[in-house]
């Protein structure tokens, strides 16, 4: 994007778990200092593995790759003194992401960019009921899983600066990002409200007893051409995982059918949570 300034300075990584690791490789792509920061010392070590496995992986890579520095939040003041930008990845809970944009933009400077990782909370649910100095360079900044999806959604609110909105899109796309702009305050950015309708609508069509997940998984692979079913995928994700984003859309929006609900909590009381305990809409142990 023409007219903006590149940014001088660090990028803050608030967490060290799945996403803020990858971040940490993504942020130090192009050269500079990220400083990685988590409460847990063994998450700060294995971060640094991972980004030194992603590295070794990456082929066509022009350039110096910067430095990673970690720490613990009880420096955080002198971490931030030079950050442009700060993301926090810190766990899914409302509380906590609210307590440490507090923090964040009680401590860091005038002009850093705070940007939210969170997957189910927009910035503007965030932001409603704090008093912050500088609300303007809040923003969310969504990215997704595995490490090679380089969508990344940027979302703002009603008194966002627009000039930052643009210097994040346009270095995310420095940084191999692929940016998308969130232009309205929106509940699941753009692609996780598609695929919510979409696994919506195949709880819907089990609970009327329409079709059986495999049945459904091969129609969706077969017309579409994509590699797994919505049953096999929300399998992935964790069929609790599943009820609880559902739950959040329910709770902030009129007209979600409750059936899809009562279907998947049907399922984890029968003890089905997915991959991840060997038992979902297919069995796992057996396969
Ligand atoms: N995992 C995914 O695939 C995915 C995808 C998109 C978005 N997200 C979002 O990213 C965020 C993080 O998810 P994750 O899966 O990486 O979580 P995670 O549990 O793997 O990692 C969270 C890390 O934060 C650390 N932490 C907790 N409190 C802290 C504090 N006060 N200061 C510093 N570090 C602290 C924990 O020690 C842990 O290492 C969530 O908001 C989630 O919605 C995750």
Known sequence: MEGIQKPQG??????????GRRLAYMWSSRGGIVRLVDLQEQQLQDGLKYVDQLRAETKDHDGDWGKIETSDP??????????????????????LKQKIVTQLDELAPEGTIIASNSSSYGVFEIIEGLS??????????????????????????KDSDPKLIKLMLSQCKEHGFSPFHVKKDSIGYIYNRIWAAIKREALLTLSEGVATPSEIDAIFKDVLKTP????EQMDVVGLDVVLDIENHYAE???????????YVREMIRDGKLGVKNGAGFYDYEQK
């Open 252 to 262: 902030s929006r009129a007209g979600i059918p409750t059936e899809p609900r009562d």
């Open 132 to 157: 912050l100095k500088h609300g303007e360079r809040v923003m969310s900044a969504h990215c997704y899983w595995p490490p090679e999806t380089s969508a990344i959604e940027i979302m703002g609110h």
């Open 10 to 19: 660090s990028v803050v990584i608030l967490g060290a778990g799945t996403q």
């Open 228 to 231: 797994k079913g919505p049953c």
């Open 74 to 95: 009880s420096s955080l003041e002198s971490t931030l003194k030079d950050a442009w930008l700060v993301v926090e990845c810190v766990p899914e809970n409302l509380k």
